[in-house]
């Protein structure tokens, strides 16, 4: 479980974060939407424990129980994994190699080709050779979602749930592997882990998200499940233009660019 | 409408991967190189002693008094100098390139090796005003720890200069290091004035950068610094290998960032002062080892730590060779032989990243 109460967050002098307060279970797909620059990424940073929160009254972050703040990074690396919203690597490192960097992080026994399998997993199969560099940028995304699936190998830790925290996952994937990011976190979670991501596409948010957080203006907006969040109202107030939010009779809600007068 | 043919969607061509040996065969291959330079040196001299005639000395057989003051005193320090100075300044480099993400990030490019030569040269002239008790309780480690603070205060200071939220600027790193670098030869140049009589013998000498004037006792100097770097580098590999994703998701996968980067800037400082303070400014290993292993045997520093550290002593044993035997019977100053080799290799690097962004 994931508890935040009261987290804002400020950097360089700019208060970024207001007040935020909600709580995601394991076994579901929390997304966090919202237009560019209301604080995305920072919350997913503050969640992470990669920035610290204001120290204000009722403030409570915890992870698994865990207060974020206070637990060393070997223990939270040990059922929690995280992917940036981009990764530059610094020297010229194989994939295989980028991938075990998750796996020694992770914890639990893994089996000796896991590597692989999960380089299969994100569609790049025998490709743990080659150097990261030399990968397009989508190929790269990839790279680090099968690190982070390395770290987060295990759905249920003996620490409890595991949980993936993803940060655009989907930016620079091409319409079939964005499919696949989403069949990913959707069996994480099915398989009892808790998975917190900031999606860019409403459609995909539609989809599969079981809790939405709508952010605007380093508040929560709103948050709720897709049917109460992705609504004309809110999301026309969110992202500053009149939406309509289509509904197909068989499936979820969708919303066309078009819509959008 | 005429439809075109899909192009198939290219595939990652296993024959595309890199041809690298496993970690433990490039070891293997290092300490035999070692070994080779190091025997080849043992038989190399200015006195002409061969190696037929030193083998049989060191498993202790006779050997006739000149051969063996020749072996034990001369070239056997020498040679043990040559191995810890040049495995100190490869792991120093290496080291600094993993702390600063960069592989232009060198101990003696940077200004490291500077501020550790202002500490030795500060020692050097004002180590002569010590009361002459404490001078004897510091003895030959006053020089060698001088130029250790010398190299961390440099290290701290380069880290606060091109150091944002984690992200290195590279020519922030390198403008800086030719500014400090700067100051310190600055520092080092008004010292120098001070000096008496003696201590510019020491002086020059010891700024060509050179092994010459080796000794056991100075080796010793030395080792309390060197030691504990080489023995606790290896634990820093780990967080190494995770820092080169940058610092938010090295702190991800588990690894205390600032404890980590704190001793990273202590054992380069150490490792580096040390060196320096033993055998001058000897550039470019620091810059050439690491970047020749992470071409061929890969970035990984578990591996890239200890054989940094390998290849660095067998490079430098082989430079001094070439140092004493190219002019015989002077001798070049061994940093003139390592920036003849070291330069070229600089220039590459650097071309081979030119267009990326920020180097
Ligand atoms: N380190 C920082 N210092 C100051 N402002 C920042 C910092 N990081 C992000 N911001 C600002 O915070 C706001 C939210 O950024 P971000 O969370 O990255 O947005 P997004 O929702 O697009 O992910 C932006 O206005 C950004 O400029
Ligand atoms: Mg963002």
Redesign the interface.
């Given at each position: 479980m994931l508890e935040v109460a009261q987290l804002s967050l400020a950097l360089s002098g700019r208060r970024l974060l207001h007040e935020i307060g909600f709580s995601a279970r394991p076994g579901q797909i929390t997304a966090i939407i919202g237009p560019n620059g209301s604080g995305k990424t920072t919350l997913l940073r503050a969640l992470t424990g990669e920035v610290p929160a204001l120290p204000l009254p009722g403030l409570r972050l915890s992870l698994n129980g865990h207060d974020i703040a206070r637990t060393k990074p070997r223990i939270l690396a040990q059922f929690r994994a995280v992917l940036a919203q981009s990764t530059q690597v610094a020297f010229p490192y194989t994939a295989a190699e980028i991938v075990r960097l998750g796996l020694d992080a992770g914890s639990g026994g893994a089996a000796p080709d896991l590597i692989d399998r999960l380089l299969a997993e994100v569609d790049l199969p025998g490709a743990g050779g080659r150097p990261y560099h030399q990968f397009s940028g989508g190929e790269q995304a990839r790279v680090q979602l099968a690190r982070v699936l390395a770290q987060a190998r295990q759905p249920v830790t003996p620490e409890g749930p595991g949980w993936l925290f993803l940060d655009e996952p989907v930016a620079s994937l091409d319409i079939g592997h964005q499919l696949m990011v989403m069949r990913i976190a959707r069996s994480f979670a099915d398989a009892g882990g808790g998975v917190v991501m900031v999606l860019h596409d409403l459609n995909l948010t539609a989809m599969v998200a079981d809790q939405v957080l709508l952010m605007h203006a380093g508040r929560l907006l709103a948050q709720g499940r897709v049917d109460q969040v992705l609504t004309d109202a809110l999301l026309g107030q969110a992202f500053g233009c009149p939406i309509r939010v289509g509904r197909a009779p068989a499936s979820g809600p969708w919303i066309l660019p078009q819509s959008a007068a | 409408m005429v439809a075109l043919p899909l192009p198939r969607r290219p595939?990652?061509q296993?024959s595309?991967?890199?041809p690298?040996p496993t970690p433990r065969l490039v070891t293997l291959l290092l300490v035999l190189l070692l070994l080779a330079v190091s025997v080849i040196s043992l038989g190399t001299g200015a006195a002409g002693l061969r190696l037929t005639e030193i083998l049989p000395a060191l498993f202790g057989e006779g050997l006739d008094r000149r051969a063996e003051v020749i072996l034990w005193d001369i070239r056997l320090p020498r040679l043990a100098l040559g191995i810890v100075v040049g495995a100190s300044l490869a792991l120093s480099g290496a080291l600094l390139q993993?702390l600063f993400?960069?592989?232009l990030a060198d101990p003696g490019i940077v200004g490291v090796g500077a501020g550790a030569g202002l500490g030795a040269v500060l020692a050097i002239v004002l180590g002569g005003l010590l009361p002459p008790a404490i001078a004897a309780w510091t003895g030959l480690h006053l020089v060698p720890f001088a130029a250790f603070l010398g190299g961390l205060g440099v290290t701290l200071l380069l880290y606060r200069l091109a150091t944002r939220g984690g992200q290195t600027s590279v020519a922030l790193l390198l403008l800086a290091g030719i500014a400090l670098a700067a100051f310190a030869g600055a520092a080092t140049g008004i010292l120098i004035y001070m000096a008496d009589d003696r201590q510019l013998r020491d002086l020059t000498f010891w700024s060509m950068g050179s092994l010459a004037g080796a000794s056991w006792a100075k080796l010793g100097g030395a080792l309390p610094l060197i030691l504990p770097a080489m023995i606790a580098a290896p634990f820093l590999a780990?967080g190494l290998?995770?820092?080169?994703?940058?610092e938010?998701?090295a702190?991800?996968?588990?690894?205390?960032?600032q404890a980590m980067k704190r001793l990273a800037v202590f054992v380069t400082a150490a490792a580096t002062g040390a060196a320096v303070a033993v055998s001058g400014g000897i550039g470019f290993i620091g810059i050439v080892v690491p970047h020749l292993l992470?071409?061929f045997a890969?970035?990984?520093h578990r591996a890239l730590l200890p054989q940094s550290a390998l290849l660095g002593a067998a490079l430098l044993v082989a430079a001094d060779m070439i140092a004493r035997s190219i002019v015989a019977p002077a001798e070049l100053p061994i940093g003139i032989v390592t920036a003849c080799l070291g330069a070229p290799v600089f220039l590459w690097i650097l071309l081979g990243r030119r267009g990326l962004t920020g180097l």
């Open positions: - | 595939r990652p296993a595309r991967s890199l690298r993993g993400r960069n592989p780990r290998n995770a820092l080169a994703l940058g938010a998701q702190l991800h996968l588990g690894i205390r960032v992470r071409l890969g970035p990984d």
